[in-house]
């Protein structure tokens, strides 16, 4: 067994600039670890069958749901359960996110537009 390489998320946040366009850095047991920069607002969506865990690591991530929100600040994590609606807002300028989800999921989940990402590029 080779030793695994250490990942750097600061080197690989500043290897991309644009939003919306999540990358996968990893992979384990079928998750992909994914980061993401955004910017404004996203659009409603849920994930029929998967869970996806969100820590921001810049900025503060408004999460918005259909009865509620919360506030997600640096260090801090979420999880949005399968199924449940969900609109990601960067409540500062700029956010920059690390997720987790299962290998194959689309940002968008539910909604295919413009802003679908069905192929994320590996850094």
Same mark, same amino acid.
């Given at each position: ?46 994930? #029929?069958?998967?869970?996806? &865990?969100?820590?921001?690591?810049? %900025? @503060? =991530? ?6 509620? /929100? ?22 500062? #300028?700029?956010?920059?996110? &690390?997720?987790?989800?299962?290998? %194959? @999921? =689309? ?6 537009? /413009? ?9």
């Amino acid at each position: 067994m080779s030793v695994p390489d250490v990942i750097r998320l600061q080197e690989k946040f500043d290897s991309f600039t644009e939003f919306w366009q999540p990358k996968v850095i990893g992979e384990l047991n079928g998750q992909h670890v994914k980061l993401a920069k955004i910017s404004g607002e996203f659009v409603w969506h849920q994930h #029929e069958h998967e869970d996806e &865990l969100f820590m921001v690591t810049r %900025g @503060t =991530l408004l999460m918005r749901f259909r009865d509620g /929100e919360q506030r997600i600040g640096v260090g801090e994590i979420i999880i949005v359960p399968r199924g449940v609606e969900h609109l990601p807002v960067a409540e500062t #300028e700029e956010v920059w996110m &690390l997720m987790f989800e299962p290998a %194959g @999921t =689309l940002n968008t989940g539910n909604v295919v537009n /413009e802003r679908t990402v069905a192929q994320p590029e590996h850094l």
